[in-house]
């Protein structure tokens, strides 16, 4: 492996450390979990990211070519990061949310309070209305 | 054995950074208020996790462990999902 290529590896893991760090550091340091949310979900996926990189290019600079897993990795780390992110604050807001501080949402109202069939609080009238529908 | 000097320190960085994000996750994961505090604090978890075995892939310069990494990355987003559909919902499978 040439000087070149270890360099470039070298700045990308330090790079991408640097971000994995951030966005723990954010994770501890932001005061409720709505803050919270930002800095795991785009700091540290950033960070893993270079990191994935640092390895596609050690890999083809030490003449081991190269490899779909790197790029598969990322790939599904960069698609699946914000629907988990979602998922979190949708929960979130479900549980802890006040509907009357949230902003207004359009004539339908925010999806996440919107009552539906199954839910947590009535699960008995739910169970029934489903049975009844299936009758 | 590699003699490479920069690329070892750059990797022993890495390495203290990403034990370090691990341990303020922990103490995320031991304080948060809500549940859902701790569900962002495991899958911020996993991820650095796969960070981790990426640079142990990196030092031991072998493709071995990419396939663990990928299954992380896989298994991590499923639980974080049933997690959150589960508080959700009260029940992952109707």
Same mark, same amino acid.
């Given at each position: 492996?040439?000087?070149?290529?270890?360099?470039?590896?070298a700045?990308?893991?330090?790079?991408?450390?640097?971000?994995?760090?951030?966005?723990?550091?954010?994770?501890?340091?932001?005061?409720?979990?709505?803050?919270?949310?930002?800095? !795991?979900?785009?700091?540290t996926?950033?960070?893993?990211?270079?990191?994935?990189?640092a390895?596609?290019?050690?890999?083809?600079?030490?003449?081991?070519?190269f490899?779909?897993?790197?790029? =598969?990795?990322v790939?599904?780390?960069?698609? +699946?990061?914000?629907?988990s992110?979602?998922?979190?604050?949708?929960?979130? =807001?479900?549980?802890?949310?006040d !509907?009357a501080? =949230?902003?207004r949402?359009?004539e339908?109202?925010?999806?996440?309070?919107? !009552?539906?069939?199954?839910?947590?609080?009535?699960?008995?009238?739910?169970? +029934?209305s489903?049975?009844?529908?299936?009758? | 054995?590699? %003699?490479?000097?920069?690329?070892d320190?750059?990797? $022993?960085?890495?390495?203290?950074?990403?034990?370090?994000?691990?341990?303020?996750?922990?103490?995320?994961?031991?304080k948060?208020? %809500?549940?859902?505090d701790?569900?962002?604090?495991?899958? %911020?978890?996993v991820?650095?996790?796969?960070?981790?075995?990426?640079?142990?892939?990196?030092?031991?310069a072998t493709? $071995?462990? @990419?396939?663990? $990494?990928?299954?992380? $990355?896989?298994?991590? @987003?499923?639980?974080?999902?049933?997690?959150? &559909?589960?508080?959700? &919902?009260?029940?992952?499978?109707d």
């Open positions: 492996m040439n000087v070149f290529a270890e360099i470039v590896v700045i990308f893991i330090v790079v991408g450390a640097s971000f994995g760090l951030v966005g723990s550091w954010g994770l501890l340091r932001l005061p409720h979990l709505m803050a919270r949310l930002h800095a !795991p979900t785009k700091a996926t950033l960070g893993v990211g270079s990191v994935l990189l390895s596609t290019v050690f890999f083809l600079a030490t003449g081991g070519g490899s779909v897993h790197e790029v =598969l990795i790939l599904f780390l960069f698609l +699946t990061a914000p629907v992110a979602s998922f979190v604050a949708r929960a979130y =807001l479900r549980a802890h949310g !509907p501080e =949230l902003p949402a359009g339908q109202g925010w999806a996440s309070f919107a !009552p539906r069939a199954g839910d947590v609080g009535d699960y008995m009238a739910a169970s +029934t489903r049975d009844v529908r299936e009758d | 054995m590699r %003699t490479h000097a920069l690329l320190y750059a990797l $022993a960085f890495g390495f203290a950074a990403f034990a370090l994000a691990l341990l303020m996750n922990l103490v995320r994961l031991l948060g208020p %809500t549940t859902m701790r569900v962002l604090a495991a899958d %911020t978890m991820i650095n996790v796969i960070a981790l075995i990426v640079l142990l892939g990196i030092r031991q493709k $071995a462990h @990419f396939e663990a $990494a990928l299954l992380f $990355a896989m298994f991590g @987003f499923v639980a974080t999902v049933s997690f959150c &559909r589960f508080m959700l &919902r009260g029940r992952l499978i």
